[in-house]
């Protein structure tokens, strides 16, 4: 959980929060599909220093190119964070899980 502070008061931001945007994203991204339902295929947790970090595993639809995929996640990921809550994703792991021949 994250409790941001402002000049007016402060507010959090639960981990559950950063998952569901986590996994927003990810549902927008072709040729991904998560291990688990909903967003229980992303985990939140914020290290000692306070720094966000997430791990995601999903399976990915054979042939596609692996780095180019998991680039695009990782930053479409930390943008969406950032502009929907001003907190910087210091870390996201992607555990490919396998591969999907679904077309």
């Given at each position: 959980m994250e409790v941001i502070k402002n000049e007016i008061g402060s507010y959090t931001i639960?981990?559950?929060?950063?998952?569901?945007?986590?996994?927003?994203?990810?549902?927008?991204?072709?040729?991904?599909?998560?291990?688990?339902?909903?967003?229980?295929?992303?985990?939140?947790?914020?290290?000692?220093?306070?720094?966000?970090?997430?791990?995601?595993?999903?399976?990915?639809?054979?042939?596609?190119?692996?780095?180019?995929l998991c680039n695009k996640i990782q930053d479409e990921i930390k943008e969406s964070i950032l502009l929907m809550t001003g907190v910087e994703c210091k870390k996201i792991n992607i555990d490919i899980q396998g591969f999907e021949t679904k077309k």
């Open positions: 639960s981990d559950k929060a950063f998952q569901d945007i986590a996994a927003i994203c990810c549902n927008g991204i072709k040729n991904i599909y998560p291990t688990k339902k909903d967003s229980e295929f992303v985990s939140c947790k914020f290290n000692k220093n306070g720094d966000l970090l997430l791990d995601i595993s999903i399976r990915v639809k054979q042939g596609v190119d692996i780095v180019k």
